[in-house]
């Protein structure tokens, strides 16, 4: 086994169009070329579109941040994701995503998570009592379980309301068969398709993705009726219900609220889950950073109260997180669209072009960062590491539209990660390493694999 930790092949240098949209809706990681880890800027041209890889910080910073009205989200980004998150505020521009944000915003703000922490730390426990009747035998697909911890949290803190409620269970289930359906990227894609002719998804993924909507529609409507009641429990569900645009006084109407849900369950979710199960595996795979997560959780954590304040003192834990968030991106690439023609690196970007930004690429850019394949948690003691953390990592995006739930997973993940190795021992399974493709989110293409053994007690780690 290398040192370094597992990274898709690239494909040959030169393939056709065929070739590439077949690899391209297989897994978009291993479709590039090894080129594009090293270079600033790249070309890509077919007969139906034109698109340019920008990974260099300054075009970054120049697309995400200075400008992002000149270089909304493409409406391709919208064509395969559009069954499920209809005009949520993932795939909206303009002035519609901008009220759309001034409603959400407000229910992630700092002291809100304080307020849903407690809905954190029993999904946690929830996680812990699962995993635990499990361990010290089999080997355990731990993608399948990190997206388990991470939906029960989203429907705590979102609806009050656990994993095992009868409707959370049902989109539970329902969405694990829309992954199994859906490819991150469908044919309508790459042709430019009129938005008045029918997009060519799959019947199934159709089918999934209205069982999802209905279900969701019920705990808005209920959520409603519980509003009007006067007895809503003071989650996110009803403070985005419940939050007017400062601008307008207007509130999410119920057909909208389905769509703000569905993109919460998915970023919240999908994402959460993908960063902690790559997490755990790194940690399988170096044993001395796992001790010290352990230890440092010993030490930060009583088991007895649930304290905000500990999120604080798991420095490293919240390194190791960080550092599976760069090696593995749980949304690898973003899509903009260029408004006007512009010239990147003395080159003309025509108008109607697409810009690509690649969290996977930037995250390994060797021209930036020290060590760019390796796992290594202290780099972000590090100048090299402080510098690409300000200009060079992008995990949750940057700029105006920078994911509202950023924090929100961090003090998520973080916790979920201190508390399971706390409580496991974490080795990997000999014969079975995690090959990396990105589908709706970077995974494993034969799920992750991992050994956990209870620690005896915990508290000897002390």
């Known amino acids: 086994m290398s040192d370094l930790p597992p990274k898709p092949p690239a494909r040959p240098e030169r393939v056709s169009l065929l070739r590439y949209v077949r690899l391209f809706r297989q897994d978009i990681l291993s479709a ?41 989200k493409s409406d391709r980004v919208r064509e395969g994701l559009e069954p499920l998150l209809g005009n949520s505020v993932f795939v909206t521009n303009g002035e519609v995503w901008k009220r759309q944000r001034r409603i959400i915003d407000p229910a992630f703000e700092g002291g809100r998570l304080r307020e849903v922490f407690p809905a ?23 993608e399948a379980e990190t997206s388990h911890a991470a939906a029960d949290v989203i429907f705590r ?27 991150l990227v469908n044919l309508a894609a790459f042709l430019p398709l009129p938005r008045w002719l029918p997009r060519p998804h799959r019947r199934s993924t159709r089918a999934s993705a209205e069982v999802i909507r209905g279900l969701i529609a019920r705990l808005t409507e209920d959520r409603q009726a519980e509003i009007a009641a006067g007895t809503a429990p003071d989650d996110l569900a009803t403070k985005i219900m419940t939050t007017t645009d400062p601008l ?51 030490t930060a954590i009583d088991l007895e109260r649930e304290d905000f304040s500990a999120i604080s003192k798991l420095s490293f834990t919240r390194d190791v997180f960080r550092e599976a968030l760069r090696l593995y991106p749980p949304v690898p690439m973003m899509v903009r669209q260029a408004t006007q023609e512009e010239c990147f690196r003395d080159r003309v970007v025509r108008k109607a072009s697409q810009i690509v930004i690649s969290p996977w690429h930037l995250h390994r850019q060797p021209r930036l960062w020290d060590n760019p394949d390796g796992f290594d948690p202290d780099r972000w003691k590090t ?9 060079a990592f992008i995990p ?3 700029g105006a539209r920078v994911c509202t739930g950023a924090g929100f997973a961090m003090i998520e993940g973080v916790l979920l990660l201190a508390m ?11 014969g079975r390493e995690p090959v990396p493709v990105a589908h709706l989110t970077v995974r494993a293409k034969d799920g992750i694999w991992l050994r956990l053994e209870p620690r005896q007690p915990p508290d000897s780690l002390r």
Not at 163 to 183: G, K, L, M, N, W
Not at 383 to 391: D, H, M
Request: glycine share 2%.
């Open 120 to 142: 954190m730390w029993d999904a946690t426990q929830a996680a812990i009592a699962r995993l635990s009747a499990r361990a010290g035998h089999a080997p355990i697909e731990i």
């Open 32 to 72: 590039q070329p090894a080129k594009l880890y090293r270079a600033w800027m790249a070309e890509f041209r077919t007969p139906f579109f034109h698109s340019y890889m920008i990974n260099q910080p300054e075009l970054v910073k120049t697309v995400l941040v200075e400008r992002p009205d000149d270089f909304p």
């Open 396 to 398: 949750f995006s940057a």
């Open 383 to 391: 100048a090299n590491g402080k510098q690409c953390q300000r200009e």
């Open 157 to 183: 803190t979102l609806f009050s309301i656990p994993i095992e409620h009868e409707v959370a269970a049902a989109v539970f289930d329902e969405f694990r068969a829309y992954q199994r359906t859906q490819p």
């Open 420 to 430: 399971l190795v706390r409580t496991f021992r974490i080795s990997p399974v000999e």
């Open 248 to 298: 307008t006084g207007e509130r999410f109407e119920a057909a909208e609220m389905v769509d703000q849900v569905a993109i919460f369950f998915l970023a919240g979710h999908e994402t959460s889950a993908s960063a902690l199960a790559w997490a755990l595996y790194l940690l399988a795979r170096y044993p001395e950073a796992q001790e010290r997560v352990a230890t440092e959780a010993v």
